[in-house]
């Protein structure tokens, strides 16, 4: 089975399938539309193969569809069809979520992505739980995205910004009883080093973990759970 993986951003689409070495990319943005983003993905896959598809998605996502539209692109993300318009299998989670499966390397591991926002994830023995810790209320009427997002960077500066990232993964570790800590994203490359207890990430891994969505057995997929 070959795999094509979408990652989707705020400055640019990522794509990678199975047997490529090297991937491709389209320019995303503010005016990116979910049917802009299909028709790009097929002219720059046409000489690819691919059976699948995995999306990873910059928004919460549950049941694999996105509940909400994401802040840094256009619109239409919410009910669109992903499925009927690529015309194969498609699996969705969020983007933090994608790259923590693809950072996994057993146990108890805890996932932040540093960007624009914070993502993160947390995976207990190959299951994945994605989470949204980033508007929970920290400090001084702040929440934890204010602090370690791309805002709290430019308001506090670097140094202070990096205290405060050390910080959060250390208390975040502490509560979810984490092995690992992963801290991935692209402002982990504001790091200046991967802070005490955990380890940098690398933005490749949400290929990685695009693939294991399908083909890693570690990673179940999420069940329902019928509400009396």
Do not use: C
Request: hydrophobic residues 40%.
């Amino acid at each position: 089975m070959k795999i094509l993986v979408i990652d989707v951003g705020g400055q640019h689409v990522k794509l990678l399938a199975s047997g490529r070495r090297l991937p491709r990319r389209l320019r995303s943005g503010p005016k990116l539309t979910a049917a802009a983003m299909v028709t790009g993905v097929k002219q720059l896959t046409e000489d690819w193969r691919y059976d699948v598809i995995s999306i990873g998605f910059p928004g919460p996502v549950v049941h694999g569809k996105p509940v909400a539209e994401p802040h840094n692109l256009g619109h239409g993300w919410v009910a669109y069809d992903f499925e009927k318009a690529f015309g194969k299998p498609v699996r969705m989670i969020n983007d933090a979520a994608m790259q923590a499966l693809g950072s996994y390397r057993g146990g108890r591991m805890l996932f932040l992505g540093l960007g624009t926002g914070l993502g993160s994830a947390l995976i207990v023995d190959g299951v994945l739980a994605p989470m949204e810790l980033a508007h929970l209320p920290y400090k001084n009427g702040r929440t934890y995205e204010d602090y370690l997002g791309l805002r709290g960077h430019e308001r506090r500066g670097t140094k202070k910004w990096r205290a405060s990232v050390a910080e959060v993964s250390q208390l975040l570790r502490t509560a979810l009883e984490a092995d690992d800590v992963v801290i991935g994203g692209g402002g982990a490359r504001e790091l200046r080093s991967a802070p005490r207890g955990t380890r940098l990430g690398d933005n490749r891994n949400a290929f990685i973990g695009g693939f294991r969505l399908w083909d890693d057995p570690r990673m179940q997929k999420p069940k329902r759970v019928k509400r009396s």
